[in-house]
T-cell receptor, first 112, second 110 residues
Framework: DTGVSQDPRHKITKRGQNVTFRCDPI?????LYWYRQTLGQGPEFLTY????????KSRLLSDRFSAERPKGSFSTLEIQRTEQGDSAMYLC??????????FGQGTRLTVV | RKEVEQDPGPFNVPEGATVAFNCTYS??????FFWYRQDCRKEPKLLMS???SGNEDGRFTAQLNRASQYISLLIRDSKLSDSATYLCVVTPRNNNDMRFGAGTRLTVKP
């Protein structure tokens, strides 16, 4: 499968714990996005990488969220001290240009 | 005002009907426009880009009106398999994040 891959698909964690998600984009796609989606809403932008450079980060993103793309290939999204409000689907997307992006199946996070 | 606004629906139409969705955006400097489709509990999938001259892909037609800051999606001869949520996406100029609307839900009934 050469699509965008995300791991894990599901994560249940206790409030206050740290979690890390991984995204493997489509090979040679230099653009990588992270989004968050809750029920009934469209995806909400979190951050954007071009190669290894994090070029944009949503002002809505608190300091508890951090993302990396160390070698310009896979990316990780870490949430520290999780809160119940962090429960959502976390989506990763990649693109070779500005002509739309391709999404992975997402990581569903439940904070209990 | 939200950056990208869509009528949430739901739109319930019979098979074979023609249905149209509109989406308005607030940033006049927006540069790129797309429609995505999202099935229940699945990831969004790119349906089509929207160009200034309008574009058509089979039963789907997308149009852009920059003066009024809206884009539209027309689905002709709707099929049961067209049932999904349709997301409008706008990319601001000199920016890289895609801004999504909340989506319009379509149900095509036999």
């Amino acid at each position: 499968d050469t699509g965008v891959s995300q791991d894990p698909r599901h994560k249940i964690t206790k409030r206050g714990q740290n979690v890390t998600f991984r995204c493997d984009p489509i090979s040679e796609h230099n653009r990588l996005y992270w989004y968050r989606q809750t029920l009934g809403q469209g995806p909400e932008f979190l951050t954007y990488f071009q190669n290894e450079a994090q070029l944009e980060k949503s002002r809505l993103l608190s300091d508890r969220f951090s993302a990396e793309r160390p070698k310009g290939s896979f990316s990780t999204l870490e949430i520290q001290r999780t809160e119940q409000g962090d429960s959502a689907m976390y989506l990763c997307a990649s693109s070779p240009n500005r002509e739309g992006a391709f999404f992975g199946q997402g990581t569903r996070l439940t904070v209990v | 005002r939200k950056e990208v606004e869509q009528d949430p629906g739901p739109f319930n139409v019979p098979e074979g009907a023609t249905v149209a969705f509109n989406c308005t955006y607030s940033n006049s400097a927006s540069q790129s426009f797309f429609w995505y489709r999202q099935d229940c509990r699945k990831e969004p999938k790119l349906l089509m880009s929207v160009y200034s001259s309008g574009n058509e892909d089979g039963r789907f037609t997308a149009q852009l009106n920059r003066a009024s800051q809206y884009i539209s999606l027309l689905i002709r001869d709707s099929k049961l398999s067209d049932s999904a949520t349709y997301l409008c996406v706008v990319t601001p100029r000199n920016n890289n994040d895609m801004r999504f609307g909340a989506g319009t839900r379509l149900t095509v009934k036999p």
